[in-house]
Every structure is written in structure tokens, then in C-alpha cells.
């Protein structure tokens, strides 16, 4: 078993090249999935894929719906900036609610119209297990952040989730 001839290289490529334009101009967008590894300052925002971003065929509103397993449903802000698309206002609120950590995994699967449902796996591998736990916001935190002055007011800070039965 030698190298392999200048023909099955050249062929390879173009096969690669297929691979690449079926999966993006044939493929169901509701087939595809991006992950992203948590690294550096991600609290405030998260960059999307620049290639997801380029070739994406579906459809992305300037407020996007994130899902995850429990059923809540959070609403993030999509921003155009220098390092190029990022989930904005209400991403802080969802890294906090789930405990997102440097060193997770994320797993955006599109889910039609601007809705992603995420998976989030810690360093171990393993599923984090707050995202299969319903967030019940029951008001207390809001009060208590109002009375003591420290409610942000800018109202793209005030995103919580909204579970299956909510409006």
C-alpha cells in the first residue's frame, strides 16, 4: 500500500466539495445542528459560527427562541458586530439560569423560525442537569432586585423563561 495516485486525491476533493454543497443547499434545515465550546468572556454574549452563518438557509429574526430540554423557552437578541453574528440581550440570563461554565459544550439544533432547541453538556461530557429542571420564576428575585436598587431597567435584561403553559 503506497500513496495514493494523483487521480483519487483530485477526486477526493471533489467529493468533498459534494459533501459540503449537499449539506448546505439540500439538506433540511431543521436538520442541522452547531455546537459551540465555551471559552473566555461568554457571559455577556456568544459568537455564532461564522460558517453556520454563512451558509444557513433558514430563517433568523432579530430575537431568536431558544429551547431546552425542561421545555422553558428564552428570547436572545441577535447582534451584527466586528466578530460577527452573537446572541446578545438575554443570553446573560440564560448562561446564569443554567450555570454555563468555560469548558461546556452547547449544542444548537434548528428547530424552524428562528428557534433553537440547546443542549448543554459540562466539561465531564455529561448533560447538565438544570436544563431538564422547569425555571418557575415566582417574582421574588425581581422584587427583591427592584427594593434593593439593583434591577438592570434596560429591557432587553428582562428576559426570563417562558415555560410551554405560558402565553
Known amino acids: 500500500m503506497g ?10 476533493e471533489h467529493c468533498r466539495k459534494f459533501e459540503e454543497h449537499f449539506y448546505w443547499d439540500h439538506v433540511d434545515v431543521k436538520k ?6 465555551i471559552t473566555g468572556d461568554f457571559s ?12 444557513f438557509k433558514g430563517e433568523l429574526l432579530e430575537t431568536i427562541e431558544l429551547k431546552v430540554p425542561s421545555g422553558d423557552k428564552w428570547h436572545v437578541e441577535l447582534k451584527k458586530t466586528g466578530d460577527g ?3 446578545d440581550c438575554g443570553w446573560t440570563n440564560f448562561v446564569v439560569a443554567y450555570g454555563i461554565l468555560e469548558n ?6 434548528y ?18 442537569a438544570a436544563s431538564h429542571c422547569a ?7 425581581e ?25
Open 3 to 12: 500513496e495514493e495516485c494523483r487521480h483519487c486525491k483530485k477526486w477526493k
Open 32 to 37: 442541522m445542528h452547531f455546537s459551540k465550546f
Open 44 to 55: 455577556s454574549c456568544m459568537v455564532l459560527p461564522k460558517k453556520f452563518i454563512d451558509h
Open 85 to 87: 453574528v452573537v446572541l
Open 104 to 109: 461546556d459544550t452547547l449544542v444548537f439544533k
Open 111 to 128: 428547530d424552524g423560525r428562528s428557534s433553537f432547541i440547546v443542549l448543554i453538556f459540562e466539561q465531564s461530557g455529561c448533560e447538565k
Open 135 to 141: 425555571m418557575r420564576k415566582d417574582g421574588m428575585e
Open 143 to 167: 422584587l427583591c432586585a427592584i427594593a434593593y436598587g439593583k434591577k438592570d431597567r434596560h429591557p432587553c435584561y428582562e428576559s426570563s423563561p417562558r415555560t410551554s403553559e405560558q402565553p
